[in-house]
């Protein structure tokens, strides 16, 4: 048998590991498309600055079947040609740590997948887009290279969109990718604006084509707003269009953004009564239609000063909604005491903990839920000057916080000042 020396060995191994290595990066340099950085954007980022370059992110989610189909044009030659020579690049997953991480540090959003992120080197967001997928590989690799050609223009990537639009450019195609790039970076009171506009400039036909339900679900955020009504108003023409979940989907995000945008806190209650008709009109059960709007419908009462009808309004959900649990009896009695204008509301109080307490299951005894609503009513008899039964109901919170593990130091406060 043939012996080597301990020393040869390690130059066997060490050589071995060489070539794997030299084979690794010739690899790397063989391969025609987009060379994406490892590691992080902090990583990437420094590499675009030693480069002198700015940095490309594609933002990418597993499962999208149009980043699937966006992946192979990245390894196109003429991509990775132009892409390589122009920028660094480097890739995330939408629901990564990196990708978390990537939003909280520059506080942005990504609106959509696959998303197309520039920065300069010294890690400023310049310009965003999506890539318009094409049928034709020769036309899709076009709209690819497109897409970084504008990043590196000045005149005509994102970070310009802001005096463009000052100037007063009102062109459709530039709004929609004004609003997306607003949406980027959360800038509500511009999406807000170009909202305004593209509701006022869009016609029916435009509000029906596929641009047009683009700008429904991503950027029109007031149900006011003319193209909101269209849309509401005409549910059977759109329904007969493009399939139910896509128009439901529209619909929800048009809600969403109204009712918890620049607006959601204005609109009076018969506002947010159409708007929990729209719900149902879309498909959403009443219950759950009901359940989405209760707040912002009773929110809008108290704005009111109308306590006596917010106070109806929960009665009515109650009704419709008998498997309302101890954590909404909870919450909504926290809502009456913090936010109701008068004191009117005070009476039904104690009926409300009864019947939240009576939801109750044996699991349940010895939770934060049982001892927050006991905690809102010993708030309700101290607003009523009931001391005594105040300071019982202070109690038996505290007894339940301190049975249940939870922290107790709120409960503990309130027994002290009823002492």
């Known amino acids: 048998m043939i012996r080597f020396s301990p020393g040869l060995t390690r130059c066997a191994v060490w050589f071995c590991f060489l070539l794997v290595y030299q084979s690794v990066v010739h690899a790397q340099a063989l391969l025609p498309g987009i060379y994406f950085q490892q590691?992080?954007?902090?990583?990437?980022?420094?590499?675009?600055?030693?480069?002198?370059?700015?940095?490309?992110?594609?933002?990418?989610?597993?499962g999208c079947p149009h980043c699937e189909a966006l992946a192979p044009i990245l390894d196109e030659k003429p991509v990775g040609d132009f892409f390589n020579a122009n920028f660094v690049s480097w890739k995330v997953e939408a629901n990564s740590p990196e990708a978390d991480a990537l939003q909280k540090e520059k506080q942005i959003g990504f609106p959509e997948y696959p998303l197309c992120l520039f920065f300069d080197s010294d890690g400023t967001l310049i310009h965003v887009s999506a890539v318009a997928e094409k049928k034709e590989k020769a036309a899709f690799i076009e709209e690819v290279i497109s897409v970084g050609r504008t990043a590196?223009?000045?005149?005509?990537?994102?970070?310009?969109?802001?005096?463009?639009?000052?100037?007063?450019?009102?062109?459709?195609?530039?709004?929609?990718?004004?609003?997306?790039?607003?949406?980027?970076?959360?800038?509500?009171?511009?999406?807000?604006?170009i909202s305004e506009i593209l509701g006022k400039t869009m016609q029916p036909d435009q509000i029906k084509s596929q641009?047009?339900?683009?700008?429904?679900?991503?950027?029109?955020?007031?149900?006011?707003?003319?193209?909101?009504v269209y849309f509401f108003s005409h549910l059977g023409e759109f329904k007969a269009a493009y399939p139910e979940n896509i128009v439901r989907l529209t619909g929800d995000r048009?809600?969403?953004r109204a009712l918890y945008g620049l607006k959601g806190g204005l609109y009076p209650a018969p506002k947010i009564v159409q708007i929990r008709d729209h719900?149902?009109?879309?498909?959403?059960?009443?219950?759950?239609?009901?359940?989405?709007?209760?707040?912002?419908?009773?929110e809008a009462y108290f704005r009111e000063k109308n306590t006596q009808a917010a106070v109806q309004r929960?009665?009515?959900?109650?009704?419709?909604?008998?498997?309302?649990?101890?954590?909404?009896?909870?919450?909504?009695?926290?809502?009456?005491?913090?936010?109701?204008?008068?004191?009117?509301?005070?009476?039904?109080?104690?009926?409300?903990?009864?019947?939240?307490?009576?939801?109750?299951?044996?699991?349940?005894q010895t939770t934060q839920p049982v001892a927050d609503l006991y905690y809102e009513l010993a708030v309700t008899y101290q607003k009523k000057g009931q001391k005594v039964e105040a300071l019982k109901n202070a109690q038996q919170g505290l007894s339940v916080a301190q049975r249940s593990k939870?922290?107790?130091?709120?409960?503990?406060?309130?027994?002290?000042?009823?002492?």
Request: with cysteine; hydrophobic share 40%.
């Open 152 to 193: 590196l223009n000045p005149a005509q990537r994102a970070s310009g969109y802001a005096a463009r639009f000052d100037a007063g450019e009102r062109d459709f195609g530039f709004l929609v990718n004004y609003g997306k790039y607003s949406i980027t970076r959360s800038d509500n009171v511009r999406l807000h604006d």
């Open 211 to 228: 641009i047009g339900l683009y700008c429904l679900q991503q950027i029109i955020d007031d149900i006011e707003n003319p193209a909101a």
């Open 39 to 62: 590691g992080n954007f902090t990583t990437a980022l420094a590499a675009a600055r030693t480069a002198h370059k700015p940095l490309f992110v594609e933002v990418y989610l597993k």
């Open 279 to 298: 719900l149902i009109a879309m498909g959403v059960p009443v219950q759950e239609a009901a359940a989405r709007t209760l707040l912002k419908e009773l």
């Open 406 to 419: 939870i922290a107790a130091q709120k409960y503990e406060s309130q027994v002290a000042s009823l002492k």
């Open 314 to 364: 929960f009665n009515d959900y109650r009704r419709e909604a008998p498997k309302t649990g101890i954590a909404e009896y909870a919450y909504i009695m926290h809502y009456f005491n913090e936010k109701a204008s008068d004191t009117t509301y005070l009476a039904v109080m104690p009926t409300w903990a009864a019947d939240g307490l009576k939801t109750v299951t044996p699991e349940q």
């Open 254 to 256: 048009i809600i969403f």
